[in-house]
């Protein structure tokens, strides 16, 4: 299995810019998770599906993310509009029910 | 608020020894419990998980765990440079994981 696939690996924008993250989980998981990586907070979860259905949104920390997950490998993460702030690591992680998740390579997206 | 603490380091001890990862977790409710390790500009992997009190060893790596004192330990024997990383603590109750901040580990040959 190729593992899950993240793009673009690398994002630089300008703030006010929209940026879509992409992510395709491995084929037969269940669960989708999207990530955020800073040094100073962390690993943070933002968002995590179950058979493409959003199940818990609470760590999407404003109304300028959104997520979705059209089908079972296929998922984005779209920030709209980016602010300097938003420069982390992302990453996207998929497991089967209960087990341990697995993450992709992550995308570096810097926001100047 | 579900809270999952480590110290975040830096740990330091030379090649050989024993590296002792500390974790505790406040939610009693939590039902497994994973340690990844992270190399400085990769993702997270998987290096162990624990489901039941007790010790559990793969190779060179021990995870305690002790649900009534909410803590959830690793061991690296022998120790390598090779193990320096940064390591998380993660816990797990219906899906909702929470990751630690992190140990940050360097092994001094």
């Known amino acids: 299995d190729a593992g899950v696939i993240q793009s673009p690996r690398h994002e630089v924008t300008e703030m006010g810019q929209e940026v879509t993250l992409r992510c395709k989980p491995i084929?037969?998981?269940?669960?989708l998770f999207w990530y955020r990586q800073t040094m100073m907070r962390g690993l943070e979860l933002l968002i995590y599906f179950n058979n493409n259905v959003p199940i818990d949104d609470s760590g999407m920390p404003e109304d300028r993310f959104s997520a979705k997950m059209p089908n079972a490998s296929f998922s984005t993460l779209k920030i709209q509009p980016s602010e300097p702030r938003d420069s982390a690591v992302y990453f996207c992680?998929?497991?089967?029910?209960?087990?341990?998740?697995?993450f992709g390579p992550g995308t570096r997206l810097t926001v100047t | 608020q579900k809270e999952v603490e480590q110290n975040s380091g830096p740990l330091s001890v030379p090649e050989g020894a024993i590296a002792s990862l500390n974790c505790t977790y406040s939610?009693?409710?939590?039902?497994?419990f994973f340690w990844y390790r992270q190399y400085s500009g990769k993702s997270p992997e998987l290096i162990m998980f624990?489901?039941?009190?007790g010790d559990k060893e793969d190779g060179r790596f021990t995870a305690q765990l002790n649900k009534a004192s909410q803590y959830v330990s690793l061991l690296i024997r022998d120790s390598q440079p090779s193990d320096s990383a940064t390591y998380l603590c993660?816990?797990?109750?219906?899906?909702?994981?929470?990751f630690g901040a992190g140990t940050r580990l360097t092994v001094k040959p």
């Open positions: 992680a998929s497991s089967l029910p209960g087990w341990e998740q697995y």
């Open positions: 084929s037969g998981h269940d669960y």
């Open positions: 624990i489901y039941s009190n």
């Open positions: 939610d009693r409710g939590s039902q497994s």
């Open positions: 993660a816990v797990n109750d219906n899906n909702d994981m929470r």
